[in-house]
């Protein structure tokens, strides 16, 4: 099954190294990774689409806790927002084509960032579903480059993703 | 005060007396100020001897080895060394120079990517930018070696860094944020595991290297319950191999009794184990008939990585024993127990009489004459395996093996950090003809530091386990085992090193040489040329069950089943 795990780390040198590593030594399957600065300085954020079964996520939850730069890990289970940024670059040859995209654009809500000559390049957010179905709508038109973010994800209402509070005297 | 300075500071700090090392181009600014400094360092001879020595004096003692090498080729030689104290979980700090931060990357003489490297056999690992950051990176780095479930740390410190003039506070804080071992197991899993117990009919009690700590709680947990105890490979010496409760070690090269008992097991209470597959065999057969697997480890990812728990409890095994320890009960298993008694004197370990000297009869001679009373060390193979059988330690800390990474050639560097963390006493390194050639330079070691050592070399002419295995699957063809046309002479290599040197051939010489051995002021080496065909056994074959354990050689054939 495929889960969307939200991962809050110390923005450290190598920190991205470490949980790749951790993936790909331990055989687990990464479909999409995509990272960034958090609200607190010091601290990213990592969002990472997995599959697998119940217990190759558990042993992925419990393996990214192990490392010392992690600071928490959630599996999206609950309700939340999916969105994966996508950039395609679309081949339109003439007037009739380029109508047709702006059919397909305004289907998906999606926006033009930039108009060249022979091709459009279009912007769209969604959750990986929405863009997977707009890159299909697009390939007949001719498809010269497709960019996604991979997905991140939030949950809804007030759960928020933070430190742990548990402490313990070691 | 430089760097350098800082950092040998922060390791007085941390309590560290001892560093085993090699120097080298890009950690001679620490070897300069080490010239001044009270610590105590080991020169070894190779850097795996170093990080090995570390590891053997950290288990020996329970504090935190301390290993130090320089860049590149030195650093890359701790590599054999961290894997194996990442397997077994022992907490050691290496620290390496690296060239200087200018140069990082550019392909520099003796460069590479250390942390880069050892990332997957590290619990964590630092390249140090600051050289003000060095005293809170020390401080971490220890904190993290040696709490929840130990293992390796490296430092890598650039040149220019360790050059560099420091001008922090060497009264460091920790910043771990994301770094909170949970050490006291949860009141209502123990109230459960203690539950299960009382309801069990065919408890055991498995205990591994996690629990070597934890021997006095578990010493009074089993008695008051009167639990059978089974420990593995790692765990010898958490409970006294001579207690009438012990049944001995499970698994591939483990006793009938112990083995019998998990497969016929109601209820397995597992402490600081991580249910390998040298004990587990085929997971899926594995202990049958346990509706209740109640698993203690302070790693949270090891419960239900193998085997499914039933009652999972996170936390330090020496704090959970303790709170089982005050709900304990003693448990009615006076029918249980007829049945492992029946096996454990139908099948003991047997070392069956042959007219050459055989590895079993050494050891057995050895643990007769010093009363068990020794610090064990081995290498990895059939004299290993050996050592465990006929060699049961009383005390933790006492065997000394490599466990999870089987590294060939830990016995004699494994020897040098114990005799040094227990100055006192006699410390026994079990050694093979192949395993011991591995490290053998750390001779050198013994002799300028005048460790009275004792190396036995079981020399069988053979890398036997493999040997062993061709022999039962490979249709006996012996390919690439074969030492004895090519071994040195021990006993003579020792005395080129000015060790004494003592070799055994026959059978009537055994006695003689046990003494000669046990008698010696310094160190010795010591050579038994033993049987060159002999099997391990009892023996479950790789990916078996308990049920498929064959009890002696299948040359004279008796296989038992559960």
């Not at chain 2, 209502?188 to 205990?207: G, H, N, S, W, Y």
């Not at chain 2, 055994?504 to 038994?528: I, Q, S, W, Y």
Request: charged fraction near 25%.
């Amino acid at each position: 099954m495929r889960h969307i795990i939200s991962v809050l780390v110390q923005d450290h040198p190598r920190v991205l190294n470490r949980i790749t590593g951790l993936f790909a030594r331990r055989g687990f399957n990464l479909e999409s990774l995509a990272v960034g600065t958090t609200h607190q300085p010091g601290l990213s954020r990592i969002s990472l689409v997995v599959s697998g079964d119940d217990r190759t996520l558990e042993q992925v939850e419990k393996q990214l806790n192990r490392l010392i730069e992690v600071l928490k890990v959630t599996d999206h289970t609950e309700p939340h927002v999916e969105r994966e940024l996508c950039l395609v670059k679309v081949h339109v040859g003439g007037l009739e084509e380029r109508l047709a995209v702006k059919d397909i654009q305004e289907a998906f809500r999606a926006r033009v960032v930039d108009v060249a000559h022979k091709s459009l390049i279009l912007e769209l957010t969604g959750d990986s579903k929405k863009v997977d179905s707009f890159v299909e709508a697009l390939r007949p038109y001719g498809i010269l480059e497709v960019m996604r973010t991979g997905a991140v994800a939030m949950s809804r209402g007030e759960r928020v993703l933070k430190l742990r509070e548990k402490k313990e005297a070691v | 005060m430089k760097g350098a300075e800082a950092l040998l500071k922060a390791l007085e700090r941390e309590g560290v007396e001892v560093i085993f090392g090699h120097p080298g181009g890009a950690i001679m600014p620490t070897y300069d100020a080490l010239y001044d400094s009270p610590l105590r360092h080991i020169l070894v001879r190779h850097e795996q001897g170093g990080v090995h020595a570390a590891t053997g004096y950290a288990r020996a003692s329970g504090r935190v080895g301390v290993v130090m090498a320089t860049s590149g080729p030195g650093a890359l030689n701790l590599v054999t060394g961290l894997a194996d104290a990442m397997m077994d979980s022992t907490p050691v700090v290496a620290i390496t120079g690296n060239v200087p931060r200018a140069l990082i990357g550019t392909d520099a003489f003796q460069e590479a990517d250390v942390t880069g490297v050892t990332m997957p056999i590290t619990k964590h690992n630092y390249l140090v930018q600051d050289v003000n950051d060095l005293p809170r990176i020390v401080k971490e780095a220890f904190h993290i070696a040696s709490t929840g479930r130990p293992g390796p740390v490296l430092i890598d410190i650039p040149k220019d860094v360790q050059l560099a003039e420091f001008t922090g506070e060497l009264d460091a804080k920790l910043d771990l944020p994301g770094y909170k071992p949970t050490l006291k197991g949860h009141p209502k899993q123990i109230e459960r595991a203690l539950d299960a117990l009382e309801k069990a009919e065919r408890p055991v009690l498995m205990v591994g290297g996690g629990a070597q700590h934890a021997h006095a709680e578990l010493l009074a947990f089993a008695e008051k319950t009167g639990l059978p105890v089974i420990t593995t490979l790692m765990g010898l010496g958490a409970f006294p191999g001579n207690h009438p409760l012990w049944l001995g070690m499970p698994g591939m090269h483990g006793t009938v009794a112990a083995n019998r008992a998990i497969h016929h097991a109601d209820v397995i209470l597992a402490l600081g184990l991580r249910f390998d597959d040298r004990v587990t065999g085929k997971v899926s057969r594995f202990a049958p008939h346990a509706h209740t697997i109640i698993h203690v480890d302070i790693d949270p990812a090891e419960i239900g990585k193998v085997v499914r728990t039933h009652i999972p409890i996170v936390g330090d095994s020496r704090l959970v024993l303790k709170e089982m320890l005050k709900g304990a009960k003693p448990l009615r298993l006076a029918a249980w127990w007829r049945e492992l008694e029946e096996w454990r004197t139908r099948y003991p370990l047997r070392i069956k009489p042959k007219p050459h000297l055989q590895s079993q009869e050494v050891i057995r001679a050895f643990h007769e004459a010093t009363g068990g009373n020794a610090i064990v060390t081995t290498g990895v193979g059939q004299h290993q395996m050996f050592a465990a059988q006929f060699f049961p330690v009383t005390r933790p800390r006492s065997f000394l093996t490599s466990g999870g990474l089987g590294t060939m050639g830990v016995g004699l560097p494994f020897a040098i950090g114990a005799q040094i963390a227990r100055p006192g006493e006699l410390v026994l390194d079990f050694d093979g003809d192949g395993s011991f050639q591995m490290t053998l330079q750390e001779l050198a070691t013994v002799v300028k530091y005048k460790l009275p050592v004792k190396v036995v070399i079981l020399n069988n002419g053979y890398l036997g386990m493999v040997r062993q295995w061709q022999d039962l699957f490979h249709a006996r063809r012996y390919s690439e085992v074969y030492l004895a046309d090519s071994n040195p002479d021990f006993a003579r290599l020792a005395e080129a090193y000015g060790l004494k040197g003592v070799r055994v051939e026959r059978k009537e010489d055994l006695r003689r040489g046990v003494e000669a051995v046990l008698n010696a002021d310094g160190p010795v080496v010591a050579e038994f040329k033993v049987y060159h065909e002999e099997g391990v056994f009892p023996m479950i074959p790789a990916g078996g069950a308990a049920e498929d354990m064959i009890v002696e050689d299948p040359r004279e054939k008796e296989e038992v089943g559960a």
